[in-house]
């Protein structure tokens, strides 16, 4: 689905996202197609719900948006370090 067609169906609602189909252009993040994971009723829950499934999948593409946003504006972060094993 496309983040217009997410919010005419989910509207006023915090979203647990998944990228389908997404590009990097000039630090940011285009995404086109978006897979709707889950609904929450606030941020809180939602975040908590992001960080469980990043730990356990982080290779997918996850985001967590409030449908009230027009426009998914995705600055892309670089992260710099050591990752320890687990």
């Known amino acids: 689905m496309t983040w217009e067609e997410i919010r005419q169906h989910f509207p006023h609602q915090w979203l647990l996202l998944e990228a389908l189909e997404a590009v990097s252009k000039a630090g940011q993040r285009i995404v086109t197609q978006l897979a709707v994971v889950s609904v929450f009723p606030d941020s809180k829950v ?3 719900a992001y960080a ?3 730990h356990d999948a982080p290779a997918r593409e996850l985001y967590v948006f409030h449908t009230d946003r027009t426009q998914l504006d995705i600055q892309e972060r670089h992260w710099l370090g050591i990752r320890g094993t687990s």
Do not use: E, I, V
């Open 46 to 48: 939602a975040m908590t």
């Open 52 to 54: 469980k499934l990043h």
